[in-house]
């Protein structure tokens, strides 16, 4: 603003004053604080446009990453989110301690059953501690938390991180398959704090989640 009036003042200052030499002079300096004071304007616009444009670029990742915490169920301010649910959409199938012909005791974790290749995401971040079949529960993930909970991603069809990998929270693991002891397609999760497993539902709804 300020700038701008002097400059409109020292481009009018010719016509009033050409004839008076101190003037012109006066003019002239008048001219030189101005175009300094232009070429800093400038520099303070490209360095304010510099700084939005990394906001923006903060912004659409803020957006992105809250997009997609979104889809797995975390609708909170993505910096505090410490869980998210394995999967974009599921049916609630068996639930944890439950009894029957398929399980071997216990039914020890969360099943969710889903479409064959269904993406798989970590509910938390951690260490990928384990890539393997095993028996029963198939094609099998373990990410282990900064805890020491041990999170078992089981009857997987693929897997896309190995052993020693550290995973963050929503990232994808692999898909849903129906290896070993299945009888289709579903993701059975498990969750064990201290080397036995607790209900996976209850774990998910204490980190603030509805699954
Ligand atoms: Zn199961």
Redesign the pocket.
């Known amino acids: 603003m300020v700038v701008g009036i002097a400059i409109g003042l020292s481009l009018a200052a010719p016509r009033a004053d050409a004839a008076a030499p101190d003037i012109i002079v006066q003019q002239s300096s008048h001219q030189g604080a101005s175009l300094e004071l232009a070429q800093q304007l400038r520099e303070r616009q490209q360095s304010l446009m510099a700084l939005n444009q990394r906001a923006d670029a903060r912004d659409r990742a803020l957006i992105g990453r809250k997009a997609v915490l979104a889809t797995y169920g975390w609708t909170g301010d993505p910096d505090d989110v410490t869980a998210v649910l394995p999967l974009a959409s599921y049916r609630v199938s068996?639930g944890f301690g439950l009894t029957g012909p398929l399980w071997e005791a216990e039914?020890g974790?969360q099943?969710f059953g889903a479409s064959l290749g269904d993406t798989i995401v970590a509910v938390a971040a951690g260490t990928v501690t384990e890539v393997a079949y095993s028996g029963a529960y198939g094609l099998r993930t373990i990410v282990t938390l900064p805890d020491g909970t041990e999170v078992w991603y089981?009857h997987q069809a693929d897997v896309s991180v190995y052993a020693g990998q550290l995973v963050d929270v929503a990232a994808p693991i692999g898909t849903v398959g129906s290896t070993g002891n299945s009888t289709g397609p579903h993701l059975?999760l498990e969750v064990r704090p201290a080397g036995s497993p607790v209900d996976p539902m209850d774990w998910l709804r204490a980190a603030g989640l509805t699954p």
């Open positions: 068996a039914h974790g099943d089981c059975h």
